[in-house]
């Protein structure tokens, strides 16, 4: 699919991350106090959706749906709601729309506007469903021979997290306590984690929901959107926790989200296939079609007022499981899945030290370290450091992009009195 030609100069930009063809949505306040509303990307400005919306050029059916700052409204609609808003928009922003004259007054510069969390999280579950990166972490704790758990290639392994810390883009981390417990130690200890790390991943975001097992068809017609996601981890916190079950508190100091969620729709150009499979899936996992998508990402460290440099380059495709699968099986023991359900990938990793998608494989859990430019060396995430994750599928002559997915870490609090 071509460059669908905007009115506005900057959407046609082949830089842009928001061309026409993208129609990204989120929440923002176009200035310093002003409430916030939905609003969707366009080259260097949001279109202000809501008053849209209020002054009656947007007429979705069942509306107004756009009257909060959310866009929860939206997705539980359904698909043909969301195919109406990306047409109806298509037609005000597109070259030669007769309306150029009502629209433009409802445009604001992208610089000045506050970003805010574009939908209300349901629930949140993470994935372990890259094989590059379960590799990676299995050679490291279990060895070469047994890298892969015994399920790995059978089943969508994953944990329910915590929708309550999940947060966007530019929101500070602080470093987390937890129980810390060394090999050689006799007992834990409480103290902030030394092994914190980021973890690249996609986000998929759950717009209609469902009642009992889905096929995975049906799992990919319920996606409303994607976004990048940053599930931060502390290492050391889940070495002693996770045995004998999953990750609990080094999962839940914060996930980090772009603020921009790019629909489905925006993406079916960039559609493409998992990778061959080693053992065959059960039927209930079995793919209609290509289900993962080529999108380039990035991951770019920046020590507190030093210079930026991107650590790993990797993209989605690298994914063993898709998001449908991965919902297909969250929903196959009978698990309702609400609109607004959050689902992250897992890590995304590629085959090569530079495309690895954590501190933890790139450093090799610390033995390793990472030389920065600036001649500074990383084990894993110091105090200051930013973790700004990028990407973007890449189009004939334009961009799909999501936005900057970023967060600075900040100390740990002081030991409080009661630890």
Request: charged share 20%; glycine share 10%; net charge negative.
């Amino acid at each position: 699919m071509p460059l669908i030609r905007a009115w506005l100069d900057s959407a046609n930009d082949p830089e842009t991350a928001f061309p026409l063809n993208n129609l990204a949505l989120g929440v923002f306040a176009p200035q310093a106090g002003a409430p916030a509303r939905c609003g969707v990307a366009l080259g260097d400005r949001v279109v202000d959706a809501a008053a849209l919306e209020a002054a009656g050029l947007l007429a979705l059916p069942g509306g107004p749906l756009l009257d909060r700052a959310v866009w929860n409204p939206v997705m539980e609609a359904g698909p043909a709601i969301w195919a109406a808003l990306r047409e109806q928009l298509s037609a005000l922003l597109a070259e030669g729309a007769p309306r150029r004259d009502e629209v433009a007054p409802h445009l604001w510069p992208m610089a000045e506007a506050t970003l805010h969390m574009p939908f209300r999280v349901a629930e949140f579950t993470d994935f372990y469903a890259g094989r590059h990166h379960a590799t990676n972490v299995g050679t490291m704790f279990r060895g070469a021979e047994n890298a892969l758990p015994p399920n790995w290639l059978h089943i969508p392994i994953g944990y329910n997290g915590r929708a309550s810390s999940v947060v966007v883009s530019g929101t500070p981390v602080r470093r987390p306590w937890g129980q810390l417990k060394g090999p050689d130690d006799a007992a834990p200890r409480f103290a902030p984690s030394a092994r914190f790390d980021l973890e690249l991943e996609m986000g998929a975001i759950v717009g209609t929901p469902s009642e009992g097992p889905i096929s995975v068809a049906q799992a990919d017609e319920m996606i409303f959107g994607y976004v990048l996601l940053n599930d931060w981890s502390a290492r050391d916190i889940q070495a002693w926790e996770y045995q004998p079950l999953g990750p609990f508190q080094a999962k839940a100091t914060a996930t980090t989200i772009s603020p921009w969620i790019v629909m489905r729709a925006a993406l079916e150009p960039f559609r493409c296939d998992t990778p061959a499979r080693e053992v065959p899936l059960l039927p209930y996992l079995r793919e209609p079609g290509p289900m993962l998508y080529d999108i380039a990402l990035e991951v770019a460290l920046a020590p507190e007022n030093g210079t930026e440099a991107v650590i790993a380059r990797t993209n989605y495709r690298e994914m063993y499981y898709s998001a449908a699968q991965q919902l297909a099986h969250h929903a196959s023991a009978g698990s309702p899945m609400r609109s607004g359900d959050l689902l992250g990938s897992g890590t995304i990793s590629g085959p090569t030290r530079d495309s690895r998608g954590s501190m933890l494989e790139i450093a090799w859990g610390g033995k390793e370290p990472l030389a920065l430019p600036d001649g500074q060396e990383r084990r894993f995430l110091e105090d200051g450091d930013t973790v700004t994750l990028r990407g973007a599928a890449q189009g004939d002559g334009y961009r799909i992009g999501f936005g900057d997915c970023a967060g600075q870490l900040l100390p740990a609090i002081d030991r409080p009195d009661w630890a």
